[in-house]
């Protein structure tokens, strides 16, 4: 397995494809809020673009139960005593009817606060087999835990992967990244040329804290890239709630909502629409916007054998 020890320069490359509004891998990050009960018909509303969800849980949304969004299942952490196995729960969905094709494995599993799940490498190789590999049989694919976006949860999933001797299977690989347009850039292209050959999907990702219209900035460069990079298979922006709920660590100008429940800016390009206004004006967006972009690592990352 390789293991990355340095990631090399990452050029943007314009390339002559248009960005459209509407894009098959935009997927819904489902965060409970107080708002939830008046907001769920915005996710699968006729014109929305989104086609899949997550929730962090096993089990679908009840708000979303009779949604025509794929439902992706995840193990977030490792179950408390006495909780219904996850290999269970997902089973028994599939055997009621519910065409469940993809599932999640670890929500940060490298990290202990911020959302983290806080298990180690070798628990997880465990529970991964128990829970997890078992889905195989059902012609579930099976999505690596998603760690964050630093050397520390790269070296994590080396561990994990260590532990799992051969044994687990990975059909696509989830990104968390938090930071930056040069910054996700580097990352994913980082990941690609590290784990060849697997589909990666980016299952949470934003510009934290920045002005709204470094953010709007960084939304249409983010996903352009997203979109024509034709190894990211999904994708699902962090901002699935009002601005006056937001998320202490990313702040509102990513959210998706209004305070009174009506789409942002973000929201609205996001869903596949319009927005009120022009996103902010900058070469870097401009260039996405009419070429889209290609991510290649032009100098390769330095590379190791374990």
Excluded at 29 to 49: E, L, Q, V
Excluded at 170 to 180: C, E, K, Q, S, V
Excluded at 202 to 208: D, K, W
Aim: glycine share 10%; net charge negative.
């Amino acid at each position: 397995m390789l293991h990355i020890k340095y990631i090399g320069l990452l050029l943007l490359i314009p390339c002559a494809v248009s960005q459209d509004l509407s894009s098959s891998k935009r997927g819904l990050i489902y965060i409970y809020t107080s708002d939830n009960s008046d907001d769920d018909h915005i996710w699968d509303a006729a014109s929305s673009d989104l086609t899949w969800y997550y929730n962090y849980s096993p089990y679908r949304t009840d708000g979303l139960d009779h949604s025509t969004l794929d439902f992706v299942p995840m193990l977030w952490g490792e179950p408390n005593t006495g909780d219904q196995s996850f290999y269970d729960a997902v089973e028994s969905q599939i055997n009621s009817g519910m065409d469940i094709t993809h599932v999640l494995g670890f929500n940060e599993p490298d990290g202990c606060e911020g959302g983290g799940s806080c298990v180690d490498a070798k628990t997880a190789a465990r529970l991964w087999l128990d829970e997890i590999e078992p889905l195989k049989k059902h012609g579930v694919k099976l999505g690596a835990p998603a760690v964050r976006g630093f050397s520390e949860g790269v070296e994590w999933f080396n561990d994990f992967l260590s532990h799992c001797d051969g044994r687990c299977t990975i059909d696509f690989l989830p990104l968390h990244f938090y930071g930056d347009f040069p910054g996700l850039a580097g990352y994913v292209g980082g990941m690609s040329a590290a784990y060849e050959g697997i589909p990666m999907w980016v299952t949470e990702f934003a510009h934290p804290d920045t002005s709204l219209e470094e953010t709007h900035a960084f939304y249409n460069q983010s996903s352009a890239f997203l979109d024509e990079t034709s190894y990211i298979k999904r994708y699902s922006w962090f901002g699935s709630f009002r601005s006056d709920v937001a998320n202490d660590y990313v702040g509102p100008n990513v959210a998706m909502l209004e305070p009174d429940g009506e789409l942002t800016d973000i929201g609205a390009w996001y869903l596949g629409h319009p927005a009120e206004w022009e996103p902010p004006k900058s070469e870097a967006a401009s260039l996405s916007r009419l070429f889209g972009w290609t991510a290649v690592v032009a100098t390769a990352a330095f590379l190791t054998l374990p």
